[in-house]
């Protein structure tokens, strides 16, 4: 190979010098994208090419590697509560809470009325109190570490006893046991996977007894020949032998049953009704069925969530001001009665018929008239929403979905704002439940791009 083939490719700098006014990124992309283009002319000589290289092309990989890693995308999958994309997307009133709070300094562990130090912890009490019935509250990162922060308070090095049903794992492989290890507590486990009966219970109980615990089995169902015991069951037990009492109800639903069922769901316990059960401790998560953002929540009675409150890991597993900002205006909207105002509530409330329209817009405004060459792109179909995130796992929310050519499907992930659907039949199939109004223009421009340039 004549050596001299690569006296084509121009220096770096030159390559940066005539990029840079293409884009607006900064000096270092632009020189690290002209290096990475380089590169491939190299190659490409290597290898028998002609090695082209351009500044057009360096600008749009310098724009690329800007890019943050963490962008917005649509949800077009149907999933409401979807982990990989974040769970749930926030209420305007939340994000404008968390602006707030982001924008400068705030009293996260300042009492403005005493003018002394406060406590971060004080701030959602009383919000969470009122909606719960609760005696005290306590809000940490994760629904995961409200439960290791309960158990460690209430029973570390005891014994926890919980149901052989009820030993869930949730995402990400993690498994009660081990989150029960890293309280420090001694697993007793009673019953059998399908039956756990009260005297299961009462017959673990002795001296070394430190905590009954029942867990919601929030991401999974068990039917046929079942049998389990309540959490008015559990507490009387609990009471009646002086043993501590712990529910983790895992989803954190506030809405009330009945409204639940007016959605044709299959109803979900409540955090409200759960507490009443006299349970000392109740554990959820605030950015699942409740919509705000990450964080778990930890309601019960005073002694309980003090005991909690004090516990050394209080301090590795304690929130940072924009959640407590979030997650107080998200339960403010509870309160007030606008709970449809939070965007997971109103995916699921949402009925089969507005999601219908919204697809058969989205597929008028591809193919408005049939002259053009377009009709038979896209089509309305019937599919299913789930709630997911680990919540209500046998609730199928019948919906409408838009039909695309299966080729489409790496273009929509590819574009400014990524759109994530899911491919079945040799179609992509965008669920119209998830997506939300100020998301669909969004959509049907990346659509239109895509019928008007097709692959």
Not at 189 to 213: F, M, S, W
Not at 403 to 427: F, H, M, S, Y
């Amino acid at each position: 190979m004549d050596s001299r083939d690569f006296s084509r490719l121009p220096a770096v700098h030159a390559l940066a010098d005539e990029a840079e006014p293409l884009g607006g990124a900064p000096r270092w992309a632009v020189i690290e994208a002209a290096r990475r283009v380089i590169a491939q002319g190299r190659e490409a000589i290597a290898g028998g090419g002609t090695g082209d290289v351009s500044a057009g092309a360096v600008a749009e990989l310098a724009a690329e590697l800007v890019r943050p890693n963490l962008r917005r995308v649509i949800n077009a999958t149907g999933v409401i509560l979807h982990t990989n994309l974040g769970r749930a997307p926030l209420a305007s009133e939340a994000r404008a809470a968390i602006d707030a709070a982001a924008m400068g300094y705030s009293n996260v562990e300042y009492d403005l009325a005493k003018g002394e130090r406060g406590s971060r912890h004080d701030h959602l009490r009383a919000l969470l109190c009122e909606l719960t019935g609760a005696e005290d509250a306590i809000v940490v990162n994760n629904n995961a570490a409200a439960t290791v922060l309960g158990l460690a308070a209430l029973a570390q090095d005891r014994e926890i006893v919980v149901s052989r049903g009820e030993l869930i794992e949730i995402g990400g492989s993690f498994r009660l046991p081990e989150i029960l290890a890293l309280s420090r507590g001694v697993l007793v486990e009673v019953g059998t996977t399908n039956k756990t009966h009260a005297r299961d219970y009462e017959q673990a109980i002795r001296p070394a007894t430190g905590l009954l615990l029942k867990v919601h089995r929030s991401n999974f169902a068990i039917v046929g020949f079942t049998a389990e015991v309540t959490p008015e069951q559990v507490v009387a037990i609990g009471r009646a032998h002086g043993v501590a009492t712990m529910i983790d109800l895992g989803s954190g639903m506030l809405v009330e049953r009945e409204q639940q069922r007016a959605w044709g769901l299959p109803p979900e316990p409540t955090v409200k009704e759960t507490v009443a059960s006299g349970a000392d401790l109740v554990t959820f998560s605030g950015d699942k069925l409740l919509g705000g953002p990450q964080a778990g929540i930890a309601v019960g009675t005073k002694a309980a969530i003090e005991r909690a409150r004090k516990h050394p890991l209080m301090r590795a597993l304690r929130p940072d001001k924009l959640t407590l900002a979030g997650l107080e205006a998200t339960l403010a909207l509870y309160r007030d009665g606008r709970a449809e105002e939070v965007p997971a509530v109103r995916m699921i409330a949402r009925t089969t018929e507005d999601v219908r329209r919204a697809a058969e817009a989205v597929v008028a405004s591809l193919c408005p008239d049939p002259t053009h060459g377009h009709a038979g792109y896209a089509d309305v179909a019937p599919c299913t929403s789930t709630v997911g995130g680990g919540a209500m796992p046998t609730a199928e929310l019948p919906s409408f979905a838009v039909r695309l050519p299966e080729r489409d499907e790496p273009r929509l992930r590819a574009g400014p704002t990524p759109i994530i659907g899911r491919v079945a039949e040799g179609k992509v199939w965008l669920d119209l439940r998830t997506v939300s109004d100020e998301d669909l223009f969004e959509l049907i421009a990346a659509l239109q791009s895509c019928v008007m340039s097709p692959a």
